[in-house]
């Protein structure tokens, strides 16, 4: 702030001057006290929530009963810092391998030499017929003067055989099956009562028919033995799961055709102690149809149907 001027001094012309002292000057004007700064006030910080007591972690039961389970640092159940407590997700299920391709044999009735222990029965027959898209199957028996009769009917698609009736004739008495894929289910007509229809299902006698279109469509799928499909069979009063297995290459005699190569196929045991023994002989001459079939009872009895001829050669 600028300093005030002095005051102005008329003398008049009629008085003695006289001498006055100079005029005190007036005391400069004080500087002004600077402003004191007001103190920064603390941000009031906002007051956090009670935090919520964990849950305790679930417990991993061994299958020996022992229970463990899993905390982060300190057993506190905390995730170590600069990660998150959520666990991460599991890794994507490998996809599920894909379906063996399926080449039907052409349509064909087949006649085979039936033995039962050796001796000779009348002959049976294996009666295969498709269209492309629906297929029925007949296998026909002898054993003594008994008449065993076994039907499978049903679709054909890309993959293989879709069952949807099974039928068995056993001397004068017939039992029924029927298969629905669309509400997944096996009815047992005769028996009576019904079951969920499992995946890779077949029934008694389509499996084998399966089998042989998937070795006519890939050979060297089974180029080496131990080689094992797996299914789920149901027959007129079950459904129980099969596995079957290639055993290897063998040369069998057929009768008049003589030797033929073949792959033969085992069907494992389907529980401790079963001794029902079933084997079949694939042969690419006879388009992968049957060579051979037999099945070993648990008290020993064979009975054998060997290829013989086919209708129309």
């Known amino acids: 702030m600028p300093l005030p001027g002095l005051p102005e001094i008329s003398i008049p012309p009629s008085m003695e001057a006289m001498l006055l002292p100079p005029p005190t000057p007036p005391a400069p004007a004080p500087r002004p006290r600077p402003r004191p700064v007001p103190k920064a006030q603390p941000t009031p910080q906002p007051q956090l929530a009670p935090a919520e007591p964990q849950a305790a972690p679930d417990l991993a039961t061994a299958p020996s009963g022992e229970t463990s389970a899993v905390t982060g640092?300190?057993?506190?159940?905390?995730?170590?810092?600069?990660t998150s407590?959520?666990?991460?997700?599991?890794?994507?299920?490998?996809?599920?391998?894909?379906?063996?391709?399926?080449?039907?044999?052409?349509?064909?009735?087949?006649?085979?030499s039936s033995y039962v222990n050796g001796v000779q029965n009348p002959d049976g027959l294996i009666r295969w017929e498709q269209d492309g898209g629906r297929y029925r199957l007949v296998v026909e028996t002898r054993v003594l003067w008994f008449r065993f009769v076994f039907q499978s009917?049903?679709?054909?698609?890309?993959?293989?055989?879709?069952?949807?009736?099974?039928?068995?004739?056993?001397?004068?008495?017939?039992?029924?099956?029927?298969?629905?894929?669309?509400?997944?289910?096996?009815?047992?007509?005769?028996?009576?009562?019904?079951?969920?229809?499992?995946q890779n299902f077949q029934d008694r006698f389509s499996v084998f028919?399966?089998?042989?279109?998937?070795?006519?469509?890939?050979?060297?799928?089974?180029?080496?033995?131990g080689v094992t499909d797996t299914f789920?069979?149901?027959?007129?009063?079950?459904?129980?799961?099969?596995?079957?297995q290639y055993v290897g290459e063998e040369t069998i005699e057929i009768g008049v055709h003589?030797?033929?190569?073949?792959?033969?196929?085992?069907?494992?045991?389907?529980?401790?102690g079963d001794k029902r023994r079933v084997?079949?002989?694939?042969?690419?001459?006879?388009?992968?149809?049957?060579?051979r079939l037999r099945q070993t009872e648990p008290d020993g009895t064979q009975i054998d149907l060997v290829y013989r001829s086919t209708e129309g050669r």
């Open 73 to 82: 640092t300190g057993g506190g159940g905390a995730a170590p810092a600069g």
């Open 85 to 112: 407590a959520t666990a991460a997700p599991a890794p994507p299920a490998p996809p599920a391998p894909a379906s063996p391709q399926y080449t039907p044999p052409p349509s064909a009735t087949m006649h085979y």
């Open 153 to 198: 009917a049903g679709e054909m698609g890309p993959g293989g055989l879709t069952p949807l009736r099974y039928e068995e004739a056993r001397r004068s008495k017939k039992e029924v099956a029927r298969f629905d894929p669309a509400a997944g289910l096996i009815v047992f007509e005769t028996r009576g009562g019904q079951a969920p229809m499992p």
């Open 209 to 225: 028919l399966q089998l042989v279109g998937w070795v006519a469509a890939n050979p060297q799928r089974y180029a080496a033995p």
């Open 232 to 244: 789920n069979v149901a027959d007129t009063r079950e459904v129980e799961p099969m596995q079957v």
């Open 258 to 272: 003589g030797m033929v190569s073949t792959k033969h196929f085992v069907r494992l045991p389907r529980h401790p």
């Open 279 to 291: 084997e079949v002989w694939l042969a690419p001459a006879l388009k992968w149809l049957p060579a």
